[in-house]
């Protein structure tokens, strides 16, 4: 799969972590998103713990892992849905609103969950006015992003392809114009080939408008082609970070964090 992303800035080695060091991170202007000392879960059990991450805007990052290592967890704490046991979440400079997280998409998160959220008994077109902002728009930058979507428009949500319903979930997400854009999984259930379609759109939209975008996906290779920076989530802890093309270049490392076996 190519891509049409600007060439990357030099990689840095990745590092590995223990399970109790906190690294902060620094960076020259305000994150899209900053998460530092996380804790999080259900019912007052964590599934992550202490864990530091941050995206910048116009920068793609790759969360990987494992099922059940907690990156669902994490998408949900970042978007308010779940609170944090620990630690903090900053989002576009301000403080993450768990009661109140329809405040934190008015701010410019948009968050495509693993199960797309699409409204089955509606029309495409009724999905994608529900995400956007203007009246007036929603269609025709659904369209420019996917134009085999032009003929969909009046079909039902329900009656749409797996591939369909994932190209419907992330225009509905895009075209509320976010500046932080959060994926769960999009290759889940597709094709091979449909998600070589689907993921390079993520640097597309981060070349083109600056927004911040956090991918969780299973296929780990595909997910790098596409990344910058990537962080790798095991039993709730980061123990592995660094530049998407070194990673992809370790895949005896990436494997061994995967295996449990990477050391400081």
Not at 110 to 119: G, I, K, M, N, T
Not at 237 to 255: C, H, K, S, T, Y
Request: net charge positive; no cysteine; proline share 7%.
């Amino acid at each position: 799969m190519s891509q049409s992303s600007p060439t990357p800035p030099p990689t840095t080695p990745p590092t590995t972590r223990s399970t109790t060091a906190t690294t902060a991170s620094t960076t020259e202007h305000s994150p899209a998103v900053e998460v530092r000392g996380l804790s999080a879960g259900y019912d007052r059990i964590p599934v992550v713990r202490d864990i530091d991450l941050h995206v910048d805007p116009g920068e793609v990052v790759a969360l990987l892992g494992p099922n059940g290592a907690g990156k669902t967890t994490t998408l949900l704490t970042i978007s308010g849905i779940l609170p944090a046991l620990a630690g903090s979440v900053t989002v576009l400079g301000q403080p993450v609103s768990t009661r109140r997280p329809h405040r934190n998409a008015r701010r410019g998160l948009a968050h495509v969950p693993e199960d797309r959220a699409l409204f089955a008994g509606l029309s495409s077109r009724q999905n994608l006015r529900l995400g956007s902002r203007s009246k007036t728009d929603h269609v025709a930058r659904a369209v420019e992003l996917f134009p085999e979507f032009g003929k969909l428009l009046d079909r039902r949500a329900g009656l749409l392809s797996g591939g369909e319903q994932q190209m419907l979930a992330l225009a509905r997400a895009l075209v509320s114009r976010p500046k932080l854009l959060m994926v769960d999984e999009m290759s889940m259930g597709l094709a091979p080939i449909i998600v070589e379609r689907l993921l390079p759109v993520l640097r597309s939209i981060a070349d083109r408008t600056g927004a911040g975008v956090l991918l969780v996906e299973q296929h780990v290779h595909v997910a790098l082609e596409v990344a910058d920076r990537a962080y790798v989530l095991i039993h709730g802890r980061v123990v592995l970070e660094g530049a998407a093309a070194e990673l992809a270049r370790r895949a005896d490392l990436l494997e061994a964090s995967y295996l449990g076996q990477t050391t400081l």
